[in-house]
């Protein structure tokens, strides 16, 4: 069991440049789910994906930021032009159906 | 909408002492109730939920949390701290079909400081 993995751990860029993070989700799960936490709070609900289908997506994901996986395993979370508001942590996480989520160790952003 | 509320950001007691950390949501929906704990630079794990059925939920590391429907609440408890126990513990809720379709909603969390 190899849990879900998320790729790079941390990431430093400057604003107005593009980033781009990946989850690899437990293998046999069909959801796939993104958060966002700031430092002293929970995580807040981003998007989630039931295979490839992209089902729901939060206020909180401005048009800067685009999530897509293509055939229903691995994801990806873009966000264009970032800024000093986007550093925080990127958490990833899998479920099977409606069964508890398990969760990634998190790209942690920071934004110069 | 759902929401919840973690009492107290910073919990502090004796190693051996009773852990009692506090959860309150809102739902409109019968929820389903998680407790995740979060070391530091990790992701989070699940300690323990609750779907249907049995009240008083026994997790991992020795902790239980008891579902009270009347009070809305969902209190963590651990009958005899140990230092491992420092983290950072969150509170979530999910409705409807519960799983997390929609995402869960989680509590700002509360830091747990174990004194020797």
């Known amino acids: 069991d190899t849990g879900v993995s998320q790729n790079p751990r941390h990431k430093i860029t400057k604003r107005g440049q593009n980033v781009t993070f990946r989850c690899d989700p437990i293998?046999?799960?069909?959801?796939l789910y993104w958060y966002r936490q700031t430092l002293g709070q929970g995580p807040e609900f981003l998007t989630y994906f039931q295979n490839e289908a992209q089902l729901e997506k939060s206020r909180l994901l401005s048009d800067r930021f685009s999530a897509e996986r293509p055939k229903g395993s691995f994801s990806t979370l873009e966000i264009q032009r970032t800024e000093q508001g986007d550093s925080a942590m990127y958490l990833c996480a899998s479920s099977l159906g409606y069964r508890e989520q398990f969760f990634g160790p998190g790209t942690r952003l920071t934004v110069l | 909408a759902q929401s919840v509320t973690q009492l107290g950001s910073h919990v502090s007691v004796s190693e051996g002492a009773l852990v009692l950390l506090r959860c309150n949501y809102s739902s409109s929906v019968p929820p389903y109730l998680f407790w995740y704990v979060q070391y530091p630079n990790q992701g989070l794990q699940l300690l323990l939920k609750?779907?249907?059925?049995?009240?008083l939920v026994k997790g991992i590391n020795g902790f239980e949390a008891e579902f009270k429907k009347s009070e809305t609440s969902f209190h963590l408890t651990k009958p005899s701290a140990h230092m491992s126990d420092a983290a950072e513990y969150f509170c979530a809720v999910s409705g409807g079909s519960g799983g997390g379709a929609d995402g869960l909603t989680f509590g700002k969390g509360t830091h747990l400081i174990i004194q020797p």
């Open positions: 609750y779907t249907t059925g049995a009240t």
């Open positions: 293998s046999e799960h069909n959801r």
